[in-house]
C-alpha cells in the first residue's frame, strides 16, 4: 500500500542476501523508481552474513547494529544501508575507526543509494561503484577499483592501489597521515585538494549527515 514500514529483528551469519527479494518485489511493483526513501526501515541487531542489502531498492532502508560478511551493498540500486557498531560498545570505549566492521568488496556493482559504515571495511570498497554514495572510516586494497561514478568519503586510512582503473566519480580520502600519494594507483586518477565551497558541502553533507543517527 505504500505504507511506511518499521520492524526491529535479530540477524545472523547463516542469514544471507538479507533485503534482497523485498527488493525483488519492490521493483516488480513500482518499476526502477521504487518507492520513497525510508519506506520500508529494518533495524537489524547481531552479525550478517554474505550481502547483506544485496541490490536494495529505493525505498527499502536497512540498519545493521553489528558487523556484517563480504558483499554488503552488492548491487545496491537506490537503497539505504547503514552499519554500525553496538551502542554499548561504543559506551565502553570501543574504537570504530580502528575495527573492522565489514567485510570486502562492498557495494560492489552499486548504481544509485546510500551506505554509512562507522568503522573499517576489507578490500575492494565500492568496485565498479557507478552512482551510489558511500561514507566509511577505512578501508583495505584496491577500494573505488573501476569505479564509474557516485562519491565515496574515507575518514580515514585506504590500502594499496586506490583508485585502479577508476574512470569516474569522486573519492574524498581524508590523509592525515600522508601516505595517500603513495597508495593510489595514478594510471588513471590524479589527487586534488577540495578547496571549493561546493566540494565541502558534498563531504559535509555525507560524511556529516543527519542520516542516519549515531546509535548513541
Request: charged share 20%; aromatic share 8%.
Amino acid at each position: 500500500k505504500g505504507e511506511q514500514v518499521h520492524a526491529e529483528l535479530d540477524i545472523k551469519n547463516t542469514n544471507r542476501t538479507v533485503g534482497t527479494t523485498l527488493s525483488g518485489e519492490i521493483a516488480k511493483k513500482y518499476g526502477h523508481d521504487g518507492l520513497p526513501d525510508d519506506t520500508i526501515t529494518f533495524k537489524f541487531k547481531g552479525h550478517a552474513g554474505q550481502s547483506f542489502g544485496c541490490f536494495g531498492a529505493r525505498g527499502l532502508t536497512l540498519l545493521l547494529e553489528g558487523d556484517a560478511n563480504d558483499y554488503v551493498g552488492k548491487g545496491l540500486s537506490g537503497g539505504r544501508i547503514a552499519v554500525f557498531p553496538p551502542a554499548d560498545a561504543i559506551k565502553s570505549g570501543f574504537k570504530a575507526e580502528q575495527n573492522i566492521i565489514a567485510g570486502n568488496t562492498l557495494c560492489y556493482g552499486a548504481s544509485s543509494g546510500e551506505v554509512y559504515i562507522r568503522g573499517v571495511v576489507g578490500e575492494r570498497f565500492c568496485v565498479r561503484n557507478s552512482g551510489a554514495h558511500a561514507v566509511v572510516e577505512g578501508t583495505g586494497d584496491h577500494g573505488c577499483e573501476y569505479m564509474t561514478g557516485g562519491r565515496v568519503v574515507v575518514i580515514g586510512h585506504v590500502g594499496r592501489n586506490f583508485g585502479a582503473g577508476m574512470s569516474g566519480g569522486i573519492a574524498y580520502v581524508y590523509d592525515d597521515s600522508g601516505l595517500l600519494p603513495r597508495l593510489y594507483n595514478p594510471d588513471m586518477v590524479s589527487l586534488e585538494t577540495p578547496d571549493k565551497p561546493e566540494e565541502a558541502a558534498t563531504i559535509r553533507r555525507h560524511s556529516a549527515a543527519s542520516w542516519p543517527r549515531s546509535p548513541d
